[in-house]
């Protein structure tokens, strides 16, 4: 078994990202596998060495290790997106041979009029091939404006199904996943959908565990690996984590960092402990390192409601750690 912690370095870690990391570290684990720590830095704008630094100093202080990653290497690397260019590179130009790909011209002013179009989202998939079936000629005409292309990936074939730990049998037609979508932007920016399918495919990733909010993306990511020639990992979509207000946490909110979280005093088996008391792993929010579940943890255990904290979650994590400086953990 392999899996993958695989944190985007654009912003602090938070209480949502740790409880997501905690549940997938637990499943290779308890099964003796082998993990991966990769750093999805694929978005240039936003990504920042200092957030990738914050993130493996965080995870190390929490207790959650890895096997293979930037900074120890290992048989698959790299383990940073950003020096895998290459790589993603040579893939699409494969696919272009094999007419799986091709160049759209359509920019975002009128990508946006198409989304907001009256009963747009009744019409089929938010991008309805205008690009398809250009002819050279045609597409000639439009390098000739000054117009570059995004390649956009075709998938002609029927339902895109699979089995999910958490929520069941997933069927989605090509359409309902948002038809043809973007590969590569017209900027030359790789796609997150692209480079995370290649990088699970050559790091031999067999089981992703991550939060419910990427369920929507996994159907593009099983015909990536198709095109790719190789077996999709199992799937797992957990829970999210939400503020005592029902809003999902988000690294632009800023708020329940785990370094600031830290530097306030609260303690690494604070955290770990009341995370595994709301994954149903301990009957109490008492102190914990991560290691203390690993023989008795089973991922289908974890309860499917979102986690959503208490308002008063700050104290509670200061008490906890009160309480783990008292008892000597």
């Not at 690294?251 to 770990?272: N, T, Y």
Request: glycine share 8%; hydrophobic share 40%.
């Amino acid at each position: 078994m392999r899996g993958r912690l695989a944190p985007s370095p654009t912003g602090y870690m938070h209480l949502g990202n740790i409880w997501s990391f905690l549940l997938c570290w637990l499943a290779v684990r308890s099964r003796g596998g082998t993990l991966v720590l990769r750093m999805e830095d694929i978005d240039p704008d936003r990504s920042r060495p200092e957030y990738a630094d914050g993130i493996m100093r965080d995870l190390a202080w929490l207790g959650l290790d890895w096997d293979e990653g930037p900074d120890v290497g290992g048989p698959y690397g790299p383990y940073v997106q950003c020096e895998r260019y290459d790589r993603y590179a040579a893939v699409l130009e494969a696919w272009q041979r094999e007419g799986h790909v091709y160049p759209c011209f359509c920019t975002r002013k009128e990508l946006r009029a198409l989304a907001s179009a009256p009963h747009a989202e009744d019409c089929g998939p938010a991008y309805p091939g205008l690009c398809l079936h250009m002819t050279g000629v045609q597409r000639e005409a439009m390098v000739a404006q000054g117009r570059r292309a995004a390649l956009r990936l075709h998938w002609p074939e029927g339902e895109i199904v699979f089995d999910d730990l958490f929520h069941g049998r997933q069927s989605m037609t090509w359409e309902a996943c948002g038809g043809d979508f973007a590969v590569r932007r017209s900027d030359g920016v790789f796609a997150y959908q692209l480079a995370v399918a290649v990088d699970d495919a050559d790091q031999r990733i067999t089981q992703v565990v991550r939060g419910d909010d990427i369920l929507h993306c996994t159907p593009r990511q099983i015909v990536l690996h198709r095109l790719l020639g190789v077996q999709p990992p199992t799937y797992a979509h957990v829970p999210l984590v939400h503020d005592h207000e029902g809003a999902r946490l988000a690294k632009r909110h800023r708020h329940f960092e785990v370094f600031r979280m830290r530097e306030s005093g609260v303690l690494p088996e604070a955290i770990i402990g009341y995370l595994a008391c709301r994954a149903g792993l301990q009957t109490e929010c008492a102190p914990a390192r991560p290691e203390m579940f690993i023989h008795s943890f089973r991922l289908e255990d974890v309860p499917r409601a979102p986690v959503v904290l208490e308002a008063d979650i700050a104290d509670r994590l200061l008490k906890l750690s009160a309480s783990a400086r008292c008892s000597g953990r």
